[in-house]
């Protein structure tokens, strides 16, 4: 479950990903973004927010570009930094490239791996929690009933082209930058979103 807060923050994040994207092989010359889903997936100590953007660039391309958001710096993560943000509620948030963030990525090889649905999104309004239907929808193939999957520790997430990998543990993770390129595997993250999809998103195999 996804709790989403009814909050201001500054800047927001498609201004923290103009700012950020331009920077990044894959998505160099960006230029200002549009975005055209998200999605969320659950922490299950409850503590680091888990969201993926799809985002539109001027040209068309669809980029793919997971976030995490924590109250406190990640240490060793100083290269992913994206960049912080004021929650009205939560105070200051630390984003990070979710690649580089072992939370995101063990989600990732969760759902991909033992087909763990993404997190159901709910917004508080007043003391209640209203149901929201998110803007993509993302499954796992779902092959393992009881994967292995990557323990808490340091990532070293490399860019491939159009894609980049993330070697964790025993798994090599394959995350799809521009959308519609390559990571074809048995083990895969497919998307929809209202204006695109189905897509390969994201490739989990073994270590090579």
């Known amino acids: 479950m996804a709790r989403i ?5 500054r800047p927001t994040k498609l201004e923290l990903l103009t700012a950020w994207l331009p ?24 503590e680091v927010g888990l969201e993926a953007h799809l985002v539109e660039c001027a040209d068309g391309t669809v980029l793919h570009v997971p976030l995490t958001y924590r109250g406190a710096p990640l240490d060793g993560a100083e290269d992913a930094l994206v ?13 990070y490239d979710g690649c580089a ?20 999104e709910l917004v508080e309004d007043g003391d209640a929690l209203v149901p929201r239907e998110p ?5 796992g193939t ?3 009933a009881d994967p292995d999957l990557p323990e808490d520790g340091p990532l070293t997430p490399s860019d491939r082209g ?7 543990g025993d798994l090599e993770l394959v995350v799809v930058r521009q959308v519609g390129t390559g990571a074809i595997g048995e083990h895969v993250l497919t998307g ?7 897509a390969t998103l994201a490739a989990v195999r073994p270590a090579s």
Do not use: C, I, K, N
């Open 83 to 95: 960049g912080t943000m004021e929650h009205s509620v939560l105070g200051r948030r630390w984003v």
């Open 142 to 144: 779902g092959l393992e």
């Open 5 to 9: 807060h009814r909050a201001t923050l």
């Open 101 to 120: 963030d072992p939370v995101w990525v063990a989600a990732l090889a969760r759902t991909v791996l033992s087909g763990t649905p993404q997190a159901e």
């Open 192 to 198: 929809t979103w209202t204006t695109g999809g189905p």
């Open 135 to 139: 803007t993509a929808r993302v499954t």
């Open 23 to 46: 920077a990044q092989a894959w998505a160099a010359g960006a230029g200002a973004v549009e975005q055209v889903g998200a999605y969320r997936f659950d922490d299950p100590a409850g």
């Open 162 to 168: 159009p894609a980049t990998v993330v070697r964790a």
